[in-house]
């Protein structure tokens, strides 16, 4: 079956603009998280949805990062005033079971590269 | 603060060889333990999850998880030159809150032919 989508898969913004990735998780899956993988290193937790409900917010970076998945299935992580250390691959992945203690199928990934 | 280790790497096998890949947890109270495998240039891909402590088998695949000691490993048996990776290990704590995983930075493993 199809897996988790996201697009766009590649993204160059300039300082300062806003930005918007999509995510559409495995049909079904009501756990839907956001990761930022900086070169080299592994994934790092931003945020997690149950349904619509964002449950967990912890990891986003600063106010300028802001996530919604009003309708429980398609998520948007929304970046505003990119700056340079934004540049990374955001990553998604969803579950089919709630909470975050089970297996998650990440996308394929945007990579953001702000100049 | 939540803390996941692996050795960086790049660890070298033979092809046919055992690769061994380890991770330590810093959270006594992590329940769910997770291998990805990630290519360059590509996302993470699940190959296995634990979640007692022991063994479990999964083709070439065995992941051992002692929890008492904050340690899982990842085995590969009769490596193959399409095993040269970045192996991840993640862990999550659960609870209350909905935590997402922890990831440790990688290691790199080469399968030489």
């Known amino acids: 079956g199809a897996g988790v989508s996201q697009s766009p898969r590649y993204k160059v913004a300039k300082r300062g603009q806003d930005v918007a990735l999509r995510c559409d998780p495995i049909?079904?899956?009501?756990?839907l998280f956001w990761y930022q993988q900086a070169l080299g290193q592994g994934p790092e937790f931003l945020t997690y949805?149950?349904?619509?409900?964002?449950?967990?917010k912890s990891g986003l970076p600063s106010d300028r990062f802001f996530a919604e998945r009003p309708e429980g299935s398609v998520s948007t992580l929304k970046i505003q005033r990119t700056q340079q250390e934004d540049s990374a691959v955001y990553l998604c992945?969803?579950?089919?079971?709630?909470?975050?203690?089970?297996?998650?199928?990440f996308g394929p990934g945007t990579r953001l590269t702000v100049t | 603060q939540k803390e996941v280790e692996q050795n960086s790497g790049p660890l070298s096998v033979p092809e046919g060889a055992i690769a061994s890949l380890n991770c330590t947890y810093s959270?006594?109270?992590?329940?769910?333990f997770f291998w990805y495998r990630q290519y360059s240039g590509k996302s993470p891909e699940l190959i296995m999850s634990?979640?007692?402590?022991g063994d479990k088998e999964d083709g070439r695949f065995t992941a051992q998880l002692n929890k008492a000691s904050q340690y899982v490993s990842l085995l590969i048996r009769d490596s193959q030159p399409s095993d040269s990776a970045t192996y991840l290990c993640?862990?999550?704590?659960?609870?209350?809150?909905?935590?997402?995983?922890?990831f440790g930075k990688g290691t790199h493993l080469i399968i030489q032919p």
């Open positions: 993640a862990v999550n704590i659960g609870g209350g809150g909905a935590d997402g995983l922890t």
């Open positions: 992945a969803s579950s089919s079971k709630a909470g975050g203690l089970y297996e998650q199928y």
């Open positions: 049909s079904g899956h009501v756990s």
């Open positions: 949805f149950q349904n619509e409900a964002q449950l967990d």
């Open positions: 959270d006594r109270v992590s329940q769910s």
């Open positions: 634990i979640y007692s402590n």
